[in-house]
């Protein structure tokens, strides 16, 4: 009779062991989500910098690109005044 309450007991500690581990399973389940969303939502913001930063490299690239433009505009149009000065100033 020892013997069998021994083993009862025995397989009753065992049953709480496994309800613990099942529980403890459960949280690390749990974190494991809660981190995998975390991540998710860090990986959404990269990706909304990312083409935030694309956005913003394309624009300066458009301005760059107008400035030159720009310039030599007036570059040539400076350069144009000058000769029309020259012509002015060595005509008489």
Known sequence: MSEETDVVRLLQ????LQK??????????ALQR????????????AEKLQERAEQ??????????TSRRVVLLILI???????????LLFRS
Request: proline letters at 0%.
């Open 56 to 65: 913003l490299q394309s624009r300066g690239a458009r301005l760059v690109n």
């Open 13 to 16: 500690q065992m049953l709480e």
């Open 77 to 87: 149009l400076v350069l144009g005044l000058l000769a029309y000065a020259s012509w």
């Open 34 to 45: 809660e981190q995998f969303a975390l991540v998710q939502q860090q990986t959404e913001r």
């Open 20 to 29: 613990t581990q099942a529980e403890r399973q459960q949280e690390a389940f």
